[in-house]
């Protein structure tokens, strides 16, 4: 992690074995022709002779040498995609070095898609106002890019970079290229074995967009979790819709909680039903609600009423018990917000675990997928709908499809149905983010032909006219089930014959992880969304 939650803004970087490749310079030449010790650093050891022509005439043997060697030299592994990805992001860059500019210059012409007009400051040996290695150095280069040092990274590979930065205060980062040597006594912030690693530091510093948690941080975060109690048996991981824990010798009971942050119509019954239907997606029967209500300054308490209503509404639809909670009014929220928290019951034996899935199980969605998203749009959004030229009639249909938010009839189903290896509640980042969650949590590859993904002709019109994609879009209301082949058949009967629509839109391929998209045989890009599409209409 970082020492603390800081932003970068900047990244300074030496230059010789850590943006290219270390080994290019063999300093023991240099120091045999000039009469340096092996044990001294070059520059301080020219500093150091006793006349200027000596000075001078060391100093030309040292640039010979390092432009020889620069043109010699080649990018270090990930250099050039860590430079476009720091342009990508906003982030500014620098290169502060103890070679001369000239032999940076030339160093640079080996790079393919970097050049020095990309860096935002080059300061070398050749600049009396930064000397390098020392802190006034990176002060004078953060002083440039207009970047505090608190903000600023250094990356590097010898202890006096990561010294330097310290004492001016910057963020240091130690790369030791993969060597398997001993580590030296090298105090850094971070150690890094290569500059790919180094965009996972930097984001853990910069803001988030609204909606989850990207996947692949909140991996990375939970593998930092222990679970040392024997008796949980799903635990927290991404895909995991609930977590399990064992009870005696053949019960089961299920946990979830999630919140309701985007709706502000019917904010009780959603709270319900999302998170009943992660319940179900683990075979168990939802039993025992609580829920935190936040509401923002100025809510009356009818508003309130209304709410706890509905969700005592929505817990007896569903035979479930509202057994108490939080009730808060506060300006750390502006809008309503409804966090549940659900227990359910069911047998070790009838347990639905994703880690069962196997190769050749069919993949099915139910109902039509962004129903949620829908709903939410027409509900939220109608005003922009209608100056779209979407009629009044229209949109309050698509504000009827929360009625179909519910998975439990047809999760019920597959519970009880034989073949049945892993379901998944689609939810925030839709159907693509859920596929690929399922992947993760089975940790099986998934074959998916997006021709057969169902989509309401409304919830594809609004996604045109609003410039947002259904399969990122929210979709509470879908079921992703995988069933062994030989039994899908069953599966599909029981489901249609309680009037849910089921469609097959894939198959689980070999073990490992991500989806194998195809778009009428042929084979395509699977779209991936940082945020829920819905998301981006509530910012703009």
């Not at 300061?123 to 280069?141: C, H, I, Y």
């Not at 005696?248 to 009943?276: C, E, H």
């Not at 938010?405 to 049945?420: D, H, K, N």
């Not at 391929?509 to 042929?522: D, V």
Request: aromatic content about 6%.
């Amino acid at each position: 992690m970082l020492r603390k939650p800081t932003q970068i803004k900047a990244v300074l970087f030496d230059f010789d074995g850590t943006l290219t490749r270390p080994g290019t310079l063999d300093f023991t030449r240099i120091k045999a022709e000039l009469g340096c010790p092996l044990d001294q650093p070059v520059l301080e050891f020219i500093q150091g002779l006793p006349t200027a022509v000596l000075r001078q005439k060391a100093l030309r043997a040292l640039d010979r040498f390092e432009t020889a060697g620069a043109q010699n030299s080649r990018p270090n592994h990930g250099a050039e995609d860590l430079l476009s990805w720091l342009q990508e992001h906003d982030i500014r860059s620098g290169i502060i070095s103890r070679n001369s500019l000239r032999s940076i210059k030339t160093a640079l012409q080996n790079f393919k898609t970097i050049g020095p007009a990309d860096f935002d400051l080059i300061v070398s040996r050749d600049d009396p106002l930064a000397p390098k290695p020392s802190p006034e150095g990176v002060l004078w280069a953060c002083s440039q890019l207009g970047i505090a040092p608190g903000e600023t990274m250094l990356v590097g590979d010898f202890v006096f970079d990561m010294e330097a930065g310290q004492r001016a205060g910057a963020v240091t980062v130690l790369i030791d290229n993969g060597s398997s040597a001993p580590s030296s006594p090298v105090s850094s912030d971070h150690n890094v074995s290569c500059l790919s690693e180094v965009p996972k530091l930097i984001r853990l510093g910069l803001p988030l967009a609204a909606g989850k948690l990207p996947n692949d941080m909140l991996e990375d975060f939970l593998d930092h979790i222990a679970i040392a109690d024997p008796s949980v048996i799903v635990w927290p991981g991404v895909g995991e819709d609930t977590a399990a824990v064992k009870v005696g010798d053949q019960g089961v009971i299920t946990l979830k909680s999630d919140p309701i942050t985007f709706v502000t119509d019917a904010i009780g019954y959603y709270a319900v039903v999302i998170n009943a239907n992660d319940i179900a997606t683990s075979g168990a029967t939802p039993r025992w609600f609580l829920a935190t209500l936040l509401f923002p300054p100025q809510t009356t308490p009818a508003e309130i009423r209304i709410t706890m209503s509905e969700l005592q509404a929505a817990c007896r639809q569903w035979d479930i018990t509202l057994c108490g909670g939080h009730t808060e009014i506060t300006d750390a929220v502006t809008r309503p917000v409804v966090t549940g928290m659900l227990v359910g019951t069911v047998t070790r034996a009838r347990l639905i675990d994703k880690r069962r899935i196997k190769p050749g199980d069919k993949v099915f969605v139910t109902k039509q997928v962004a129903v949620e998203g829908t709903a939410i749009v027409a509900q939220e959004f109608g005003d922009d709908l209608q100056h779209l030229g979407v009629s009044k009639n229209a949109i309050e249909q698509m504000r009827t499809f929360k009625k179909y938010l519910s998975i439990i009839p047809e999760a019920g189903i597959a519970a009880r149905t034989r073949g049945v290896s892993a379901m998944h509640d689609i939810t925030e980042g839709g159907i693509a983010t859920a596929l690929t969650e399922l992947s993760i949590a089975g940790k099986h590859r998934i074959r998916v032909d997006l021709n057969t993904i169902p989509i309401f002709p409304e919830t594809a019109k609004i996604g045109r006219l609003l410039g947002i994609d259904p399969l990122g879009l929210i979709a509470s209301g879908s079921l992703l089930i995988c069933c062994r082949a030989k039994d899908s058949q069953r599966l599909v009967q029981r489901i249609r014959q309680a009037g849910i629509e089921i469609t097959c839109v894939g198959e689980v391929l070999s073990p490992g992880r991500g989806i194998e998209a195809f778009r009428k045989s042929r084979k395509v890009l699977w779209p991936s969304f940082d945020a829920d599409e819905l998301t981006r209409l509530f910012i703009t």
